[in-house]
């Protein structure tokens, strides 16, 4: 397996205002997947990525990516793991707003060891033409495209989607949706995506409802459906 959790807990606070939010989480994907955690607001969600991508330490269990036991890596090495084998794309693009859509590429180019061209991670996400445009130059969607450029253009093992589509309207979720497809595809990265809405599932080859810090369900999709099929 590439991608591994076993028995993950973490809570916050002490005493009586201690909330615990994952409550024994184990999964596992194999590379080259693409997997999808379905949840409510409040399951935890947001809470397993960021101990899976190296952000958070869990209070006991496991994670296991590629080979790297997180738990047993020091501050330093988590940051080479988060720099060396994630991509990160957030449901609020998070661009420098002063930079252009390339110089906010370049930006992840400059820390990976082997990076794409940026502009073959911009053309990769349809943006060719718009290297010079700053992100109010953008629509949502060219600004999240502008985000997996970032993403890619590492060339990522995992890469780790938090509600991708959660800000944007119904017909460019299914294209970056389509596009998060193409990436997994033709760029062998795994995919792991978080979100609430249930019809993104269908995309997935594993899909795990979280509910209240545990995962209720596991289910394997036999033939993943294209994103351009999704409806919602």
């Given at each position: 397996?590439?991608?591994t959790?076993s028995?993950?807990?973490?809570?916050?606070?002490?005493?009586a205002?201690?909330?615990?939010?994952?409550?024994g989480?184990s999964?596992s994907?194999d590379?080259g997947q693409l997997g999808?955690?379905?949840?409510?607001?409040g399951?935890g969600?947001?809470t397993l990525?960021?101990?899976?991508g190296?952000?958070?330490?869990?209070?006991?269990?496991?994670?296991?990516?590629?080979?790297?036991?997180?738990?047993?890596?020091g501050?330093a090495?988590?940051?080479?793991?988060r720099?060396?084998k994630?991509?990160f794309?957030?449901?609020f693009?998070n661009?420098?707003?002063?930079?252009?859509a390339?110089?906010?590429?370049?930006v992840?180019?400059h820390?990976a060891?082997?990076?794409?061209g940026?502009?073959?991670?911009?053309a990769a996400?349809?943006?060719?033409g718009?290297?010079?445009?700053f992100?109010?130059e953008?629509s949502?969607?060219?600004?999240?495209?502008?985000?997996?450029?970032r993403?890619?253009v590492?060339?990522?093992?995992?890469?780790?989607?938090?509600e991708?589509?959660?800000?944007?309207?119904?017909e460019?979720?299914?294209?970056?949706?389509?596009l998060l497809?193409?990436?997994n595809q033709?760029?062998?990265?795994?995919?792991?995506?978080?979100?609430h809405?249930t019809a993104?599932?269908?995309?997935?080859?594993?899909?795990?409802?979280?509910?209240?810090?545990?995962?209720v369900?596991t289910l394997?999709?036999?033939?993943?459906?294209?994103?351009?099929?999704?409806?919602?």
């Open positions: 397996m590439f991608l959790t028995d993950l807990r973490k809570g916050y606070g002490q005493g205002a201690r909330s615990e939010v994952l409550k989480v999964l994907l590379a999808v955690i379905l949840g409510p607001s399951s969600k947001s990525m960021n101990i899976i190296g952000v958070d330490r869990a209070d006991s269990g496991q994670v296991e990516v590629d080979g790297l036991a997180l738990a047993e890596l501050d090495a988590l940051a080479n793991y720099r060396d994630l991509g794309v957030f449901q693009y661009l420098i707003p002063n930079l252009t390339a110089e906010n590429v370049e992840a180019a820390i060891s082997d990076p794409l940026v502009g073959e991670a911009l996400v349809g943006l060719d718009r290297e010079r445009s992100p109010k953008l949502g969607g060219e600004q999240q495209r502008v985000a997996i450029a993403a890619i590492k060339r990522p093992k995992l890469l780790l989607c938090d991708p589509t959660g800000a944007l309207d119904f460019t979720s299914r294209g970056v949706l389509e497809q193409s990436v033709e760029y062998g990265a795994t995919v792991l995506m978080i979100t809405n993104i599932g269908g995309l997935g080859d594993a899909v795990f409802r979280l509910r209240d810090g545990q995962i369900e394997h999709n036999a033939e993943r459906m294209p994103a351009e099929r999704i409806e919602w």
